[in-house]
């Protein structure tokens, strides 16, 4: 399935279920006993699609205040989880200069991209804005695959499933959903908004939670792609 078809039929499915108000609520994203943990390759948003973003968050906010809109700092692709989260993972569980090795090798020969941010797509637990990238990404996470494939460190490398997309999570939702007809009618206003395209010339190895909650506070290792001439 092409990428613009796989977004379409998450959009389709999730409004779907919104109009059921079956939305998924995550009871565990205020919680202070959350120990879910993990690391994963990232790249930041530019200043242009992060102020298109907050228009549009801070717009859904008016509706439905009480849902999880993730803060400018926090907003991210993520490349690849090479550790997905689960409870009780810890740092020390893991030598970090080993993983940037590995990470620094299957980047050797990758040059900056750009990813096109264009409508969202929606789950029933979240909204994602959809983002449009050239093959180089497939190139870094199939690079990434085969070189921790043969390392003898800890991944769990597509166990949740194999991403393909390069969206971004903006919304998540964790209250009842007060006013569902209203937010439908809002969030279809930006099915097909274009929110900017970043050139992204640096990934940041990153320990995480299951939310990416403050990024720039966790960064284990940064890499800079040299321009694509």
């Not at 050239?134 to 991944?155: A, P, V």
Request: glycine residues 2%; negative net charge; aromatic residues 12%.
């Amino acid at each position: 399935m092409q990428l613009k078809e796989h977004y379409t039929s998450m959009w389709n499915d999730a409004l779907e279920q919104f109009a059921n108000n079956a939305f998924e609520y995550d009871s565990l994203i205020d919680s202070v006993k959350d120990y879910r943990f993990g690391v994963s390759l990232v790249a930041k948003l530019s200043a242009e699609v992060k102020q298109e973003t907050m228009k549009m968050l801070e717009d859904l906010r008016k509706t439905e205040p009480e849902q999880y809109y993730y803060p400018v700092a926090d907003q991210h692709v993520t490349i690849l989880s090479i550790i997905s989260c689960y409870d009780g993972f810890k740092l020390s569980n893991i030598n970090i200069q080993e993983y940037t090795d590995v990470i620094g090798r299957s980047l050797k020969n990758i040059r900056s991209f750009p990813i096109m941010f264009e409508g969202i797509t929606a789950s029933p637990s979240c909204i994602m804005i959809q983002g449009f990238a050239c093959d180089e990404i497939e190139k870094i996470r199939n690079s990434l695959r085969e070189n921790f494939k043969d390392t003898h460190l800890e991944t769990s490398i597509d166990k949740r499933y194999q991403i393909h997309t390069a969206h971004s999570t903006v919304v998540r939702f964790k209250n009842p959903v007060k006013h569902p007809a209203e937010y439908i009618e809002k969030i279809k206003r930006y099915r097909y908004h274009y929110f900017g395209t970043v050139e992204v010339n640096t990934l940041d190895f990153v320990f995480n939670d299951w939310y990416q909650r403050h990024l720039d506070e966790h960064v284990l290792a940064r890499f800079e792609l040299p321009a694509n001439v």
